[in-house]
């Protein structure tokens, strides 16, 4: 029998918070999982550092690859037999459906920022690199780890396939919404999703919703864009995000500096810093080595990565006030001139957050071919763009979804000796000086 | 603090104001692959590169004030213009950028339609293969739009044109 229709001889099932059981019986799927590249998943969390703000939010990257692993064979069982659905494709959009994420750094999103790096980029290379993922790939065929990468990196010619990873209603998205919700602990994030996948249809060149489900994806719509503004985009872990990308900056900044010498040589930082990244230092880096040299660099000489490091850790967050850029830019500019004037350097502890440097994203419905938008399948096979049915969606689509926030240490202002600066400074951000109680 | 906000105000200013969504997401991105150091991220979705970033941000700067969206119905779908209003040419004095002259390049991208840019993206895309293969991905991945030899050939000039102005 050939490798690509090998059976295990019993179904495995990984016991799943949010699905129950993820099942496995394909070869080529038990055998991905078993990879190091796959198993470094573990180690890298899935919601980077949201943890610190809901402390259940443990959940790692392996947990969520095999949860969209798990929609996509559950949607494939619904499609057999159905026009325009190609089962010869069945075990392509297993493959990336599990592997999608591979590519994950640690802290992924401020990682990549800093190191101008891409976790797209990097799944791929190490599903079409020399690794052991690509082993088991290529024991399918010798095409079969381009055509996986194909289909994450959105560029496989069926549509239809790409479509169930990536798209807007895709496994990708109706997993993290469950699990992040469970995780985290909060109420939203939760639809029903079996009715959802009861309602997919494939047509030509993607995945249509039938008409009578629209409520059930009103409720997926709902559930995305409460989860965005309760957990995505919440302030303290985007605090949090502003200290990683400092810490990064700054380790960059003193490698840089030919006087400043490490107590301890950053080794794995060392190819991140000078921007020649291999695929094997890449996949050497998780969250647990990245934690180690924070917990070292507190011991650092220089006061400022010893106090980002020390905050992280100990999580003694930036605080933060709302900040208009088209109103405040002149009371910014004098906070950098009052910050400087008592000794904090504004580039690392005045620090102005944008929605947009957050990486998650809202449904659009998809005017001027931006961007394929979801679809109603009406009963006579038509074609509909779900807002323009959906009150409910049509009203979340428009609405303002973007602000800047300004965070700064509190705690080191408050202990400001020069009392004028520290009262201009709490004045401009609080309203409030000398009396300010503020915390 | 906001640069990559600044540098679109910057882009807006030089075209004198961008028709179309599909139009602006498509010069953004064939600008940064001339070296034009915009960051947004792009990924390649159904209508070729396309990046959520630069989408938010842009909403960003309407949210502030800074860019002016005016929308018309076209039966079909909406289409948006962008313009830099006064609040953000204001803000935009703030800023010293550090881009290259990008009038020439923005020139040339204004007089093209979005098909034609979605044709130039696309190619941009798939740059790491070589010739033959990025024709026949765009084929595969853009079957619809039965680009023909002529246009293809018209598109490498065009990115020859652009990566040299």
């Not at chain 1, 994030?189 to 409520?215: A, C, N, W, Y």
Request: hydrophobic letters at 35%; glycine letters at 4%; a negative charge.
């Amino acid at each position: 029998m050939a490798y690509k229709d090998e059976q295990l001889s019993e179904e495995k099932v990984f016991k799943d918070p949010v699905h129950r059981y993820v099942h496995v019986r394909d070869r080529v799927i038990w055998d991905l999982i078993a990879t190091p590249e796959f198993q470094r998943l573990r180690r890298i969390k899935q919601l980077g550092t949201t943890n610190l703000t809901f402390h259940g939010a443990e959940h790692s990257r392996f947990n969520h690859s095999l949860g969209v692993y798990e929609i996509v064979r559950r949607i494939l069982n619904n499609f057999k037999g159905r026009e325009h659905w190609n089962n010869e494709e069945r075990l392509l959009c297993l493959s990336a459906a599990l592997l999608h994420d591979l590519g994950h750094g640690p802290f992924s999103h401020s990682f990549e920022k800093v190191f101008k790096l891409d976790h797209e980029y990097f799944t791929q290379a190490i599903i079409v690199g020399d690794t052991k993922v690509n082993e088991v790939l290529q024991k399918v065929g010798p095409d079969f780890p381009n055509r996986v990468a194909d289909v994450i990196g959105k560029t496989y010619e069926d549509q239809l396939v790409v479509s169930l990873i990536s798209s807007q209603i895709d496994a990708d998205r109706m997993d993290y919404l469950q699990r992040d919700a469970y995780y985290t602990g909060v109420s939203y994030g939760h639809f029903d999703m079996e009715r959802i996948l009861r309602v997919m249809r494939p047509i030509e060149d993607q995945v249509v919703i039938k008409s009578t489900g629209m409520h059930a994806v009103e409720d997926y719509i709902m559930s995305r864009y409460q989860m965005y503004w309760q957990v995505y985009f919440h302030p303290v872990t985007r605090s949090a995000e502003v200290i990683l990308s400092k810490i990064f900056g700054r380790a960059k900044a003193l490698y840089q500096d030919p006087d400043y010498e490490f107590k301890l040589e950053p080794t794995h930082f060392i190819s991140f810093f000078e921007e020649n990244v291999t695929l094997a230092d890449y996949v050497k880096l998780d969250e647990t080595i990245v934690q180690y040299y924070f917990h070292l660099w507190q011991e650092e000489d220089d006061a400022i990565l010893s106090d980002l490091c020390e905050r992280f850790m100990n999580r003694r967050l930036l605080k933060y006030v709302e900040f208009n850029p088209n109103l405040q830019m002149n009371d910014y500019m004098e906070l950098m001139r009052l910050f400087k004037q008592a000794g904090i350097d504004p580039e690392y502890y005045l620090v102005v957050d944008s929605s947009s440097d957050l990486p998650y994203d809202f449904y659009r419905p998809g005017e001027e071919e931006e961007r394929l938008p979801i679809h109603l399948q009406m009963p006579n096979g038509n074609l509909k763009e779900l807002s323009r049915h959906s009150d409910i969606v049509e009203s979340i689509s428009g609405k303002k979804r973007t602000d800047h926030k300004l965070y700064f240490p509190v705690d080191l202002l408050k202990a400001l000796t020069d009392k004028r600066v520290r009262n201009a400074i709490l004045e401009i951000l609080y309203g409030q000086g000398e009396s300010s109680n503020v915390d | 603090m906001l640069i990559n906000h600044a540098k679109l105000i910057h882009f807006f200013q030089l075209t004198g104001g961008v028709t179309g969504r599909k139009k602006l997401q498509k010069m953004i991105y064939i600008l940064q692959k001339s070296a034009v150091p915009f960051e947004e991220k792009y990924q390649f979705h159904f209508y070729g590169p396309y990046s959520e970033e630069l989408t938010l941000r842009v909403e960003e700067l309407c949210n502030l004030g800074f860019i002016e969206e005016t929308r018309e119905d076209k039966a079909n779908y909406f289409q948006y213009h962008y313009d830099v209003t006064k609040a953000g040419e204001d803000f935009l004095k703030q800023f010293t950028l550090d881009m290259p002259d990008i009038t020439d390049k923005t020139e040339l991208l204004q007089l093209r339609s979005s098909r034609f840019l979605e044709l130039v993206s696309t190619i941009l895309f798939f740059e790491h293969l070589d010739k033959r293969e990025q024709i026949e991905k765009l084929h595969q991945m853009k079957p619809k739009q039965n680009f023909t030899e002529a246009e293809i050939n018209e598109a490498y000039q065009f990115i020859k044109q652009i990566r040299s102005t």
